[in-house]
């Protein structure tokens, strides 16, 4: 059974029949219609940079059971990538989408004859072919050309299923790799342990981006197997499948099932479960999730679970390209986080140690990409699932001394820069998400602000990063300024005046670093003055006083507070000015260049985070109608439904978050202030549930790709000039009609009390 009812997670989508009847006679039934996953495609994203994973799970499980590719590299991060026609077996757990490869454990590869030594991957991979290759939202099947097997996979939250069907052979196999990892991941400690002719068991301790993985496993197979024989490179070290309970292994430990003859078309199941706390953990998962449970079951529920979080959102459009861009959305934004705890709640904490939790415990949280769009998607369709992932952040602030900066396995990688999980954390106590205790919470996010690390004892001693003291110090110190923003909320509600003042005046440090003279942001010295020499074109992937962005994408990072950036510039016809040539002077981001600056349109670079809010700036400056058409292009530019529909790393569902809020037609450039900016929707209409059984609607009337402007709004029936909604008009449920033209209506939104803003009332 699965551990909780898969309606939850993020914003999802239904098509309607009628619509479909009428838009599609490819699909013009209401069972048709029902499956919502044949408009999801795992593969958009794989080429170019965006480094998905592809293969089959269920939202937010722990496995990610796919293949892998022999082909290491940036664009291998996840195993796979659409250029590559190799496989070196199919491993239960991948990255998606991130810029550093990990994970890859326990991996699986189906074979014919006899194995060759040394056992190496490159001496037993097989090629494939795309064209013999499916790839739905819970289930993946290929081709192995080498030994002309047919591998299907499916999964569970914690239990990946195994079908393979070999041709007539006299020695049909399975090797088991548990030294191969992806990317930085690196073994360190392995166990494979035949426990009967029909299981096996054991772990995978792994060292890289995560100092201290642990992957524990139990597989069960339908057919009994003859003989485990495990290698160590060239050596066989054990004949009957037995190892000491402690054994280190040297590189290239493998272990090889031999099952005998099969005759054409016969096949061979698995079932293999993992865990993070021990190999009782992961039976009892396997005994939770798949006992009794056949290959097709387990196939049909995990499109099942897919359908109810598509479902959870009704979505009418002709467009069929577009839909399948935003299903995919959906699909990549609900891969992470991943579930963390064993059925029995047991799980290993940041600490090492094992504890127990009655809820949901969560890892892989990319927050420094996913605070901006993916954490305020969840609180709108997910409350249940916020609360859990809030209440994990609060467990590892307990244990490791701190919330998380980018939580992998359990451990803190502290990769990329900020503590952005104070405003997930704040966002979540300020919207009234139930199930947190705020004073914990508050605690948490509080005593992040008293580290030293990273810059944070320079903010409280001098009121700023000196670029010459600390790397990345503008990059550093304006997401700070961000989470003290963000306290100061949670502070001033919960009526902590003295936090409230304090915090917000720290919010305020991003003005250290404005020069007025150009109006850029750049590095400070600890002497007073400017770094020199300054080139607001330059980025380097790290080391400068930005972090994968330069000088024109970080002058708009202060999402928090635009109105207080604006009134750095002369007028804000001068901010509007500096504003237009981001998106005008081309980009040139000198010999050291990052190569997460992409998906550019002049200096704005949508392939990566930090511009993710800066095209909705225009709404606070009463220019609602050039979001509008940014949104547009964007969109229509830089995602589509092909492999190479992303234009930059996917970031463990970010990306695809940005993409499913524009498509609905508003984002929330303020991640915690509770304000949804209004672009320019793509579908005609959108309904979802808003909390106890209300319904929220927003219905777009002339829509079509020239009419790309807001002309008039209403809300319930009521004309509506503001430039935003709340949460609290999408949790009080309604409707809002948005009317379409082909030329900006400049007064929509103009005004000044209809403008978007820092503080919403």
Excluded at 296 to 302: G, N
């Amino acid at each position: 059974m699965y551990h909780k009812p898969f309606l939850l997670g993020t914003l999802s989508a239904v098509l309607m029949a009628g619509t479909l009847t009428a838009c599609s006679s490819s699909a013009s039934t209401a069972e048709t219609a029902a499956d919502l996953t044949q408009f999801v495609d795992p593969t958009i994203g794989s080429g170019g940079h965006g480094h998905v994973f592809v293969g089959a799970n269920v939202p937010f499980g722990a496995v990610q059971l796919g293949p892998t590719n022999i082909s290491e590299g940036w664009d291998w991060c996840s195993g796979y990538h659409a250029s590559d026609t190799t496989v070196i077996g199919f491993a239960h757990t991948h990255l998606s989408g991130t810029g550093i490869g990990d994970k890859g454990d326990v991996l699986f590869m189906p074979i014919t004859g006899s194995v060759s030594t040394p056992v190496k991957a490159a001496n037993y991979l097989s090629t494939y072919s795309h064209a013999n290759e499916t790839a739905q939202a819970g289930y993946y099947k290929t081709h192995l050309d080498r030994y002309g097997i047919d591998a299907e996979m499916t999964a569970t939250t914690r239990t990946g299923f195994h079908r393979y069907t070999y041709p007539a052979t006299d020695s049909a196999g399975i090797l088991i790799n548990l030294y191969k990892g992806i990317g930085w991941d690196a073994a360190s400690e392995l166990q494979l342990v035949a426990v009967n002719d029909s299981t096996v068991e054991g772990y995978r301790f792994s060292k890289g981006w995560a100092p201290d993985d642990r992957v524990y496993f139990v597989a069960e197979f339908s057919r009994p197997f003859k003989a485990l024989t495990l290698y160590a490179d060239t050596t066989q070290v054990a004949a009957n499948g037995k190892m000491p309970a402690k054994t280190v292994i040297i590189p290239n430990a493998y272990g090889v099932l031999d099952f005998g003859p099969l005759a054409d078309g016969e096949r061979i199941e698995a079932r293999v479960a993992i865990s993070g706390v021990s190999v009782a953990g992961a039976r009892a998962n396997l005994a939770a999730e798949a006992a009794g449970k056949s290959f097709d079951a387990v196939h049909e529920a995990a499109r099942g679970a897919w359908n109810r979080l598509l479902g959870h959102m009704r979505v009418e459009s002709c467009d069929t390209a577009r839909l399948r861009t935003f299903y995919t959305a959906v699909y990549h934004a609900s891969i992470y986080p991943a579930v963390f705890n064993d059925v029995t709640g047991e799980y290993r904490g940041a600490d090492g140690k094992i504890h127990q939790d009655t809820t949901d415990i969560y890892t892989i949280f990319s927050l420094w990409d996913t605070y901006r769009a993916a954490h305020p998607l969840f609180t709108i369709t997910a409350p249940e699932r916020v609360s859990g992932m809030v209440n994990s952040f609060v467990r590892i602030y307990e244990q490791q001394g701190k919330v998380p900066v980018w939580h992998l396995a359990g451990n803190e990688t502290d990769c990329m820069v900020g503590v952005p999980s104070v405003q997930v954390i704040a966002d979540a106590i300020l919207k009234g998400i139930p199930g947190i205790d705020t004073a914990k919470a508050y605690e948490a996010i509080k005593a992040y602000a008293q580290l030293d690390d990273r810059g944070l004892k320079q903010v409280r001693e001098q009121g700023y990063i000196a670029a010459d003291q600390e790397g990345e110090s503008v990059a550093k110190a304006l997401e700070y300024c961000i989470s003290d923003w963000s306290i100061a909320q949670v502070a001033k509600q919960l009526g902590r005046t003295d936090d409230y003042e304090y915090f917000l005046e720290r919010s305020k440090n991003y003005r250290h670093y404005f020069d007025t003279t150009d109006c850029f942001m750049k590095g400070r010295l600890a002497d007073g003055s400017w770094r020199t020499p300054f080139n607001p074109d330059y980025s380097t992937h790290r080391g400068d006083d930005f972090c994968e962005g330069n000088a024109w994408q970080y002058t708009w990072m202060v999402p928090h507070d635009f109105e207080g950036l604006f009134a750095l510039f002369p007028s804000e016809a001068a901010a509007e000015a500096k504003l237009d040539s981001t998106f005008t002077v081309p980009y040139n981001g000198g010999p050291n260049a990052s190569p997460d600056i992409s998906g550019l349109i002049g200096q704005y670079a949508q392939g990566n985070e930090p511009n993710h809010s800066t095209i909705y700036a225009y709404a606070y400056l009463g220019k609602q109608w050039k979001t509008a058409r940014l949104a547009r292009q964007v969109m229509d530019e830089y995602f589509s439904d092909t492999v190479d529909g992303l234009c930059g790393n996917e970031d463990c569902g970010q990306m695809s978050a940005w993409y499913v809020f524009n498509a609905l037609g508003f984002y929330p450039a303020n991640p915690a202030n509770g304000a949804f900016v209004l672009g320019s929707p793509v579908f005609d209409r959108v309904t979802f549930p808003a909390g106890d059984g209300k319904a929220f609607t927003v219905v777009t009337e002339n829509n079509g790709p020239q009419n790309i402007y807001i002309q008039s709004a209403t809300l319930n029936g009521q004309p509506y000039e503001k430039a935003y909604i709340t949460y609290r008009d999408i949790m009080d449920g309604g409707e809002l009609t948005l009317v379409m033209g082909p030329t900006p209506n400049e007064a929509f939104g103009s005004a000044a009390d209809a403008r978007p803003r820092s503080v919403m009332q």
